[in-house]
């Protein structure tokens, strides 16, 4: 069986710099009936759990660790002993969240998670965060964004640790390589294709 994708939206805070702002959050569960992995544990892990329901967790995957996308793992893996997993350069700003907790593993660029044998590529994609990811599901067409490509643009990049010329750098000559017919499944927000994307990247500012 190949994976399913779905798709549950949690509500809470971003908080970073001292500033404090309200955000949806997609949250993505993929995998069969048997086993999933969650992309992104964002505000609610109970209703990611039921989201869950009786199938395994094989692994709660984090896209980068703004507080917005991490703030349910703890919770979420003590109740279902699924392993958090991290890109290393994403620890600075996992431990302002969670100081006391470290991840179960490490995240690292052409790394391959396999869920419901389907094959997940980690992509390291630094300029939203220093430790951003996305993950590229070639079987489904799928691309998980996180915050690094959204519909309409690169994301946000004025607040600390992240930098615009290094998250153009990360979509152009690692995201926009991919099949333009790609969908991406982004962590706020609706979605879109690499290739609408791309097209709309000419006026973006690469200095």
């Known amino acids: 069986m190949t994976a399913i994708v779905q798709n549950l939206v949690t509500s809470g805070t971003f908080q970073l710099d001292g500033g404090s702002w309200d955000v949806d959050n997609n949250v993505w569960i993929v995998g069969d009936d048997t086993a999933v992995i969650v992309i ?36 979420l893996a003590a109740a279902t002993g699924a392993p958090i997993l991290l890109h290393p350069d994403d620890r600075v700003l996992w431990d302002q969240t969670h100081p006391d907790r470290a991840p179960d593993g490490e995240l690292k660029d052409g790394q391959t998670i396999t869920i419901a044998g389907t094959a997940l590529k980690v992509i390291h994609t630094p300029g939203h965060a220093p430790g951003a990811v996305c993950l590229y599901a070639e079987d489904l067409g799928v691309l998980f964004t996180g915050d690094t490509l959204f519909h309409g643009g690169p994301g946000a990049t004025g607040r600390s640790y992240s930098d615009y010329p290094t998250i153009v750098k990360s979509i152009r000559e690692k995201l926009f390589t991919l099949p333009e017919a790609t969908k ?9 294709t690499l290739g609408a994307e791309k097209t709309a990247s000419s006026g973006w500012d690469q200095a």
């Open 184 to 192: 991406v499944h982004t962590g706020h927000g609706e979605g879109t």
């Open 40 to 75: 992104d544990a964002a505000h609610d892990a109970k209703a990611i759990e039921n989201v869950v329901g009786e199938r395994k967790l094989a692994a709660i995957v984090c896209t980068h660790a703004h507080n917005d996308h991490v703030n349910a793992a703890p919770e």
